[in-house]
């Protein structure tokens, strides 16, 4: 990432303005203990228990569903004063587009809203077309994680998904994680036809975002694991380690990370996975969060662009592809719902990805 776009506590202030959803201390709960099992050490006789913050300490799932009915109770009953539920689908739909733009970039409702000339633009955007983006990027994010191994070797030289000690190699980690995204994005013509600098700006500030948030699909609330597809040198990389795999498939939760990863780097691990827990319970299908790592893409407060109009475009025009993709699931007052709770979670991850992207990322050409 841009060295320059690693922002103090100060300057996230500035840029993202006061934050919404959950509070800082959601990542900051009370410690408590992990006992690793044999298969995933590299030596099993030298295991100890690690003290780390615990994504148990989150509040329990009956507690969560409490706090998630008592929190869309309220945001319906201040929206619904906006969205008449007795008016035809296409005029709620009007005011829904508005509101769900304000809500996602600001967290509030604004006074200022979309000239109908700008709005008209994006008339053809309905469920079906959102339905049929989510399928395709679903299909390019799969053959990213086909082609793109984390154990690899190339001109330029190797990568691996563990040292030699059995420690995560987390930087190569991340990087392979960047390289996949960035071959979607090679594949998306919406990206391809931005001027070559812009393209580089936007990848610089977004794409470790956008492939965290692309991976959100991979992780289960329910068992607390992210279970990705491997290719078949990461296959054969994991059995050296005795690691189990099943279908192809390799499941991992936060116990299995923080014993591998450098001890400096524990703290972020545990953000990480408290994120992926509480984003989680924001209600988000799949089929949306594949139009959602596009608008991270477009987002272009710190980029000095060339065509700053044209980026805006872009990504309005996949913002409302994800509005259509939630009004399908969750309905128009839904999916404005989720609209103000992402603004708050999408600054949070973006803090998290600076803190990680100065210790690890590049982006090359």
């Not at 100890?48 to 009956?62: F, K």
């Not at 279970?227 to 189990?244: A, H, N, P, Q, V």
Request: some cysteine; aromatic content about 8%; glycine content about 6%.
């Amino acid at each position: 990432m841009k060295p320059g776009l690693v922002l103090s506590d100060e300057q996230c202030q500035k840029r993202f303005g006061p934050r919404k959803g959950v509070k800082d201390d959601r990542f900051a709960e009370p410690a408590s203990r992990f006992r690793f099992s044999n298969n995933n050490a590299n030596n099993p006789d030298e295991l100890a228990e690690e003290t780390v913050d615990d994504p148990d300490g989150l509040a329990s799932q009956e507690q969560r569903e409490t706090i998630r009915l008592e929190r869309e109770v309220q945001d319906a009953s201040e929206y619904s004063v906006l969205i008449d539920c007795d008016k035809s689908y296409k005029e709620q739909n009007k005011i829904g587009r508005q509101l769900f733009v304000s809500l996602f970039d600001t967290g509030s409702v604004s006074s200022e809203t979309i000239p109908p000339l700008e709005m008209a633009k994006y008339d053809a955007i309905d469920d079906t077309v959102a339905m049929m983006a989510s399928v395709g990027i679903e299909r390019q994010l799969n053959n990213a994680r086909k082609f793109v191994s984390f154990n690899q070797r190339s001109d330029v030289g190797e990568r691996s998904l563990f040292l030699p000690g059995g420690q995560i190699n987390t930087p190569d980690v991340m990087q392979t994680l960047v390289d996949q995204m960035v071959l979607v994005l090679r594949h998306n013509t919406d990206f391809t036809g931005l001027p070559v600098k812009d393209q580089a700006e936007l990848l610089e500030s977004n794409v470790m975002v956008a492939a965290i948030v692309a991976s959100f699909e991979l992780y289960s609330p329910q068992t607390r694991l992210v279970t990705w597809r491997l290719t078949e040198s990461d296959f054969r990389c994991i059995r050296t380690l005795g690691i189990e795999a099943s279908d192809g498939r390799a499941s991992f939760g936060l116990s299995d990370v923080v014993v591998r990863v450098e001890s400096d780097i524990k703290d972020d691990m545990v953000k990480m996975f408290k994120f992926l827990d509480y984003f989680s319970h924001l209600g988000i299908p799949a089929s949306a969060m594949h139009l959602l790592a596009l608008v991270v893409v477009f987002t272009h407060d710190c980029c000095d662009l060339e065509s700053t109009v044209k980026v805006e475009e872009r990504r309005r025009h996949h913002l409302f592809l994800l509005y259509e993709s939630l009004c399908h699931s969750e309905g128009v007052l839904g999916a404005c719902n989720i609209a103000a709770r992402l603004h708050g979670a999408i600054n949070d991850l973006n803090r998290i990805c600076q803190l990680l992207g100065q210790k690890f990322v590049s982006v090359h050409d």
